[in-house]
């Protein structure tokens, strides 16, 4: 074979691999992982390896699935909007079949790790899969409620994380299934404003009230985005973190709202652009500070 044709094959090779990775959006799987991983973490039980392997490899497929499921729902509507028009369905270069292949078999797979794990994270992680693929997705063309519904599966990877280190529920993962609900909402709208023109023409209602980019729409963001605060302290108030993360969070918090009350106030995008960003810090670094404040009370 020609240097050539070797060239050209690693890069159909490569240019597959990309498409899968963007078929299961890679990155948004990774936060998943990110805070089933930290949930786990929080949990008062011992650390066990194989578990924990089960738990990641479940959650990165899990999640995969669902958004390739996703994706091939929204197929036509991806091709007209830029952000999405690229992606491997709609520009062409992958199939509905290779692409529900793809899905189904990464989607049974990793529910048999959660299986492997126990019954509850299973049906946890089921509850999430078709409630994201079969539920959130096609309200989206129907009715703004579609991001409350969407919040609850993007809610449960902490959730199922604590779960998977205990085998059952609690105050705590309801704790913190709670906060990352509460992030959902400032999440999904920021990103819903700064695309509100794509949305529109995909035929999505992601805004609370409408594609309209008011003041009406900007209250309502920086009402729950305020929710951040108090739910924040929800894990120092009910004892299962300390006073040190506490304050971290709540500086996260006013941190997050900053932008909001900007966003308010002139109701430009580029402050909708700030508000999507501090929500991708706010929420991995809450839960990193959880985690660490409740380990260093453990050691000490």
Not at 5 to 29: C, G, H, M, N, P
Not at 176 to 186: A, I, R, S
Not at 290 to 296: E, R, T
């Amino acid at each position: 074979m020609s240097q050539v044709a070797i060239s050209k094959e690693k890069t159909l090779v490569s240019q597959k691999i990309a498409d899968y990775a963007a078929l299961s959006k890679l990155r948004l799987a990774s936060l998943v992982v990110y805070s089933a991983g930290l949930g786990y973490g929080i949990a008062p039980n011992g650390f066990n390896l194989l578990d924990f392997i089960y738990l990641i490899l479940g959650g990165f497929l899990v999640t995969g699935a669902s958004n390739g499921i996703n994706q091939i729902i929204e197929k036509d509507s991806d091709a007209l909007m830029e952000r999405t028009k690229n992606r491997p369905l709609p520009a062409g270069r992958m199939n509905v079949t290779e692409a529900l292949i793809f899905s189904l078999t990464i989607g049974i797979l990793g529910l048999y790790f959660l299986y492997a794990i126990n019954i509850t994270c299973f049906v946890l992680g089921l509850i999430a899969l078709i409630s994201y693929a079969f539920v959130y997705t096609p309200l989206k063309k129907i009715t703004p409620i579609s991001v409350f519904v969407g919040a609850f599966p993007g809610s449960i990877p902490p959730m199922i994380g604590y779960v998977a280190a205990t085998g059952h529920f609690g105050l705590v993962p309801g704790i913190l299934f709670f906060v990352q609900f509460v992030w959902q909402f400032p999440h999904f709208w920021a990103i819903a404003w700064k695309g509100a023109d794509d949305y529109r023409k995909g035929g999505y209602k992601m805004l609370p009230y409408g594609p309209k980019k008011d003041k009406k729409t900007a209250f309502i963001i920086l009402f729950y985005t305020l929710f951040i605060i108090p739910a924040g302290m929800l894990p120092w108030a009910l004892g299962i973190s300390g006073i040190t993360s506490m304050i971290l969070v709540t500086g996260l918090g006013i941190y997050f709202v900053i932008p909001a009350f900007k966003l308010y106030k002139t109701l430009k995008d580029e402050d909708a652009l700030k508000l999507m960003f501090a929500s991708f810090t706010y929420l991995p670094l809450a839960f990193l500070f959880y985690f660490l404040d409740v380990w260093i009370t453990r050691m000490f």
